[in-house]
Each structure stands twice: as C-alpha cells, then as structure tokens.
C-alpha cells in the first residue's frame, strides 16, 4: 500500500486555503487544464512520504510514528507565505509554515531518523514545510502563476494546532487520490 505521514489541517484553514486557491486563480489568465488545483479536503502537511510499504510493515510505521508522537508536545503551527516550486516557471504553488516551524522541524527530523534506523529509505532533499495549493501541467502557465504569487508573498492564513502524528493511505486513481486515515497518534506534553 502506498502511505505517507503528516499532520492535518482543520476545517478553518481548509477553507482558508480554498478562498486563497480562488484568489491566486482570479489573478491569472490560464486554462482549465493548465493547472491540477489540490482539493482542499486532500491537503496535510505532509512529514514523510514512505510510497509502496508491505501490510506487515505498518505495524512498525505505526509504533515508530507513536514514539515520536510520545516524544514531543503538540504546538500551535502558522500558515503563511505563498511560494512556488520549478523556478521562473512554477510547477508547483504552495503555502508555506511561519511561527511552529522549529517545533515542525523537530518532529519532522525525529521522525525521518527512526524511519531510517528501521530501514526506511531518507529523503534525499531537505524538508520543506508546505501545503500544496497546486500543480502546474503548462510551462506557460507556471510563469504567469510564478509571478502572480509575488502578490502573495507575505499572505497569512492563520493558524493549525499540530496536535498528531496520521498515518495515510494515498490511492491514485483517475479522479484523482483518495486519502484514507489508518492511524492517528496525539503529540503529548514531554514528561522530565
């Protein structure tokens, strides 16, 4: 099964995020096709993306995933800053984490090091905290989107509580992909 971890957003910022989707488009002359916006009911932020795993290997991502959980104390994470991905011509435009991004980070590097001690490849690029607002099919339409989020640079959508670590199965299909919640673990207070 393919599965990813991440921390969800609620549904206040899940609107934020639509309202922002609508803005951004608004200021761009492109095509429908041009661009894949993301459903803002299958955007998380997500930490680690583990692709195809074996049943039999969830049962570890699961009790790694609570150990980190167990490890670190859930913080209040701002979202903010539209960004692009590609260079001049975007191919992908994202929101990105302000205050709570040292916490994320944290969190992030605890989980990706005991993935790797179990065996689960490391991401070879750097963590880049972000929610993925959409992807770009047309190179035309990456430098007019590049340029219209300038406008956007220093956007604020307000704030998530990062309250638990969820375990994803992502099915692709031609409608696009379907999310299934596998588990969930609370980030706690650390105990000294």
């Given at each position: 099964?393919?599965c990813?971890?991440a921390?969800?957003?609620?549904?206040k910022?899940?609107?934020?995020?639509?309202?922002l989707q609508?803005?951004?488009?608004?200021?761009?002359?492109?095509?429908?096709?041009d661009?894949?916006?993301?459903?803002?009911?299958?955007?998380?932020l997500?930490?680690?993306?583990?692709?195809e795993?074996?049943?039999?290997?969830?049962?570890?991502?699961?009790?790694?995933?609570?150990q980190?959980?167990?490890?670190?104390?859930?913080?209040t994470?701002?979202?903010?800053?539209?960004?692009?991905?590609g260079?001049?011509?975007a191919?992908?435009?994202?929101?990105?984490?302000?205050?709570?991004?040292?916490?994320?980070?944290?969190?992030?590097?605890?989980?990706?090091?005991?993935?790797?001690?179990?065996?689960?490849?490391?991401?070879e690029?750097?963590?880049?905290?972000?929610l993925?607002?959409?992807?770009?099919?047309?190179?035309?339409?990456?430098?007019?989107l590049?340029?219209a989020?300038?406008a956007?640079?220093d956007?604020?959508?307000?704030s998530?509580s990062?309250?638990?670590?969820?375990?994803?199965q992502?099915?692709l299909t031609?409608?696009?992909?379907?999310?299934?919640?596998?588990?969930?673990?609370?980030?706690?207070?650390?105990?000294?």
């Open positions: 099964m393919r990813f971890i921390i969800d957003i609620d549904e910022m899940r609107n934020a995020i639509a309202d609508k803005q951004i488009a608004a200021k761009v002359d492109i095509k429908k096709g661009v894949k916006w993301v459903e803002p009911d299958n955007i998380h997500t930490l680690k993306f583990l692709g795993i074996e049943d039999k290997q969830l049962a570890d991502v699961c009790e790694i995933s609570k980190v959980a167990e490890a670190h104390k859930n913080f994470l701002d979202i903010e800053t539209v960004g692009t991905f260079g001049r011509s191919k992908v435009v994202w929101v990105g984490a302000g205050k709570g991004a040292d916490e994320l980070l944290a969190l992030q590097k605890d989980l990706e090091g005991r993935l790797e001690q179990a065996g689960y490849p490391k991401e690029r750097e963590f880049s905290a972000h993925t607002l959409c992807r770009v099919r047309n190179p035309k339409a990456g430098f007019k590049a340029d989020c300038k956007f640079a956007y604020k959508l307000g998530i990062a309250d638990a670590l969820c375990i994803y992502s099915q031609p409608a696009g992909p379907i999310y299934t919640l596998l588990a969930s673990y609370k980030l706690t207070e650390l105990r000294i």
